[in-house]
């Protein structure tokens, strides 16, 4: 009794730790919707526009930048920036100046929300701890519970990268806006009381097989909104060197992003490296069917679409090192890549009849 009573005091407070996280969540982004609305465009953003190479231009000296600060009506030289263009007919434009654009109120609205997206990461890292708790196991047997660590890892890697030093900040606006789409999917229709696991699901290898298919899928989903980030600039910056002159809040938006081909390289590197994981995953969960089940492969719904996922972003990594797939081909087969892994966990686990289907929803 006493221990059945802890354990629903546990679950109460779960749920309490996550809708306050949904709360914080929410504050962090109209933080950043300001970072990004009162954010001017500084000289440091007209400036980096100011050096796009246009499609067939000639090539050019290395051009120096040089930063001045002001003394006593004297401009004061720091050490000169070297910017370096690119070949004849290349694209080398430098990375925008961020969200706040160089601008002090932006970037202070900024900070905010990193400071909000942290409390609210800590918060619902403490909600899916005391899920577990109230539990006792790994807390990811039904979608409810796997969505509320998607969330938390897909969060704590953003703040890893911003903890590292890795200028990610444009990745906190798609980041927050989808943790809380997956939050509130979470908590309206797939919430589902504590309970124990089915016994297929009883396993050391629910710790090992489920942690890293949710690492992947977190890091996997960074680099899908990279992509897809890339895929606009790309276009912005195709329409500039066309001649073009794209609307003002177009501009706006996209001179303070980072430069294509630097989401281009992000994207690849964060897929690239996740990628042995979701191999590891996939080994991991056929030798967890062995033992389950007493084979370990049976062309199940979800073993199909794992490796369906899998070729997707094999093809994806073998596109990006041949020359004629680089760039948007390539970025497309990533997009595609990451629908199958949705596919995978949702449409699997909601819609078809697999050994797999634990998603606890009625």
């Not at 911003?162 to 789409?181: Q, Y």
Request: with cysteine.
């Amino acid at each position: 009794m006493i221990i059945a009573a802890a354990n629903e005091n546990l679950a109460h407070i779960s749920n309490v730790l996550v809708y306050s996280a949904m709360a914080v969540y929410t504050l962090a982004f109209l933080a950043h919707i300001a970072e990004w609305v009162l954010g001017s465009r500084s000289k440091v953003g007209r400036t980096a526009a100011a050096l796009t190479v246009p499609a067939g231009g000639a090539a050019a000296a290395p051009a120096v930048q040089v930063r001045g600060k002001q003394a006593a009506g004297t401009a004061v030289l720091d050490k000169p920036t070297i910017v370096t263009r690119g070949a004849a007919g290349a694209r080398n434009v430098p990375d925008g100046p961020g969200a706040a654009a160089g601008d002090e109120k932006g970037d202070l609205y900024g900070r905010v929300a990193v400071s909000l997206t942290t409390l609210a990461f800590l918060l619902e890292a403490g909600g899916v701890v005391s899920r577990a708790l109230s539990v006792q196991r790994a807390p990811w047997g039904n979608m409810y519970e796997f969505s509320l660590t998607f969330s938390t890892v897909a969060a704590g890697a953003y703040l890893a990268f911003l903890l590292a030093g890795k200028n990610v900040r444009w990745l906190g606006l798609p980041l927050v806006t989808t943790v809380l789409l997956d939050l509130g999917l979470a908590t309206t229709w797939l919430y589902t009381e504590s309970d124990q696991l089915v016994p297929a699901l009883d396993s050391y290898w629910l710790w090992i097989h489920v942690s890293t298919a949710i690492f992947c899928g977190a890091v996997f989903y960074i680099g899908a909104v990279t992509t897809l980030l890339y895929l606009l600039r790309d276009g912005y910056e195709a329409k500039v060197a066309r001649g073009e002159t794209p609307g003002a809040f177009t501009r706006s938006v996209m001179e303070r992003l980072p430069a294509a081909a630097t989401f281009d390289k992000f994207a690849y590197r964060v897929n690239a490296a996740v990628f042995p994981l979701w191999t590891f995953t996939i080994i991991a969960g056929a030798i967890w069917a062995g033992d389950a089940w007493g084979r370990y492969w049976g062309w199940d719904a979800k073993e199909v679409w794992s490796f369906i996922t899998w070729v997707a972003y094999a093809a994806y990594l073998h596109a990006r090192a041949t020359v004629g797939w680089k760039g948007r081909k390539a970025s497309y087969i990533a997009l595609i890549a990451f629908a199958c892994w949705l596919f995978n966990y949702y449409g699997v686990n909601l819609f078809v009849n697999s050994l797999h289907s634990y998603a606890g929803v009625e």
